[in-house]
């Protein structure tokens, strides 16, 4: 019998710190059952579910989930509408969960864009999960990577008019510092799902040496197992940092 990939994974042991996920494919799967596409996103939560639960029972420490980015405002606005309804929906049912799993719950994003409903949900979850000390999980909203870069670059441009910086002190970790993610480490690991292979603005700095592991599943569909098998793929790349190999 084929050992079960939990403890595979165990026993190689280099779990990934920091796994992020471009959850993608809500819409058609949606359509392909002909729903309408709010459908897809709706059980697109229960696949967040599974994800979450998984990287608690593999060892992941943070979880990084792109659930609305800066262009999803170009939606239509009742699509908006029904992803702005899922997060209050999310944070209403599973705050009380989350904080019982130990799981630490962040929105990074320009959350100033979201109506007041939304944003009281992102503060209900925050401040429900601030102790959790098993998994962190950021959950991307109106976050796209060059806006993010902007709006460092405009922050540092600042320090430096206000004459607290020197332009030849900035150096990575000065940018790192303006980030939302400021204070994480990289993601090791970045899963696209229903077989895309792009980035689309997720984390550009971030992601400089990420290992990319592209399912074809649909997020609906995506299940423990499915991340269990992108952090066994993981595992067996070697990670050489632009440097020569040491095998
Ligand atoms: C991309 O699929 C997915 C999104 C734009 C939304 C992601 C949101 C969720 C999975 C819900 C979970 C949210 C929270 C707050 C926990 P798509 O609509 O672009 O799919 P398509 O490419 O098939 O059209």
């Known amino acids: 019998m084929a050992a079960d990939p939990l403890s595979l994974i165990r ?17 058609r799967w949606a359509s392909r059952r002909g729903l309408p596409r709010h459908a897809g996103h709706w059980e697109g939560m229960k696949a967040v579910r599974e994800a979450v639960e998984g990287a608690c029972a593999a060892g992941v420490e ?30 209403e049912s599973e705050h009380e969960e989350l904080a019982g799993h130990g799981v630490e ?13 939304a944003r009281a949900a992102v503060a209900l979850m925050e401040d429900a999960t601030r102790d959790g000390a098993v998994l962190r999980l950021n959950l991307m909203i109106s976050y796209g990577g060059r806006e993010e870069i902007v709006r460092a670059v405009r ?13 030849e002190a900035i150096d990575a970790d000065t940018v790192e510092q303006v980030l939302f993610t400021r204070g994480l480490p990289d993601p090791d690991l970045l899963i696209r799902t229903s077989g895309e292979f792009r ?23 995506f299940t423990r197992e499915d991340l269990f098998a992108a952090i066994l793929d993981y595992q067996h790349r070697e990670r050489r940092f632009g440097r020569v190999s040491t095998r």
């Open 11 to 27: 026993e190689h042991g280099r779990v990934p710190r920091h796994v992020a996920v471009i959850m993608d494919g809500n819409g």
């Open 62 to 91: 943070i979880l990084t989930l792109f659930a609305f980015s800066t262009e999803n405002w170009k939606r239509p606005q009742s699509e908006v509408d029904a992803l702005m309804q899922l997060l209050c929906a999310y944070a």
């Open 105 to 117: 719950v962040r929105v990074l994003g320009e959350v100033s864009r979201l109506d007041s409903e």
């Open 155 to 167: 922050r540092l441009a600042a320090q430096v008019h206000g004459r607290s910086l020197e332009p």
């Open 199 to 221: 980035i689309s603005n997720f984390l550009l700095w971030q992601t400089a040496y990420t290992e990319l592991h592209i399912a074809s599943v649909l997020w609906p569909d």
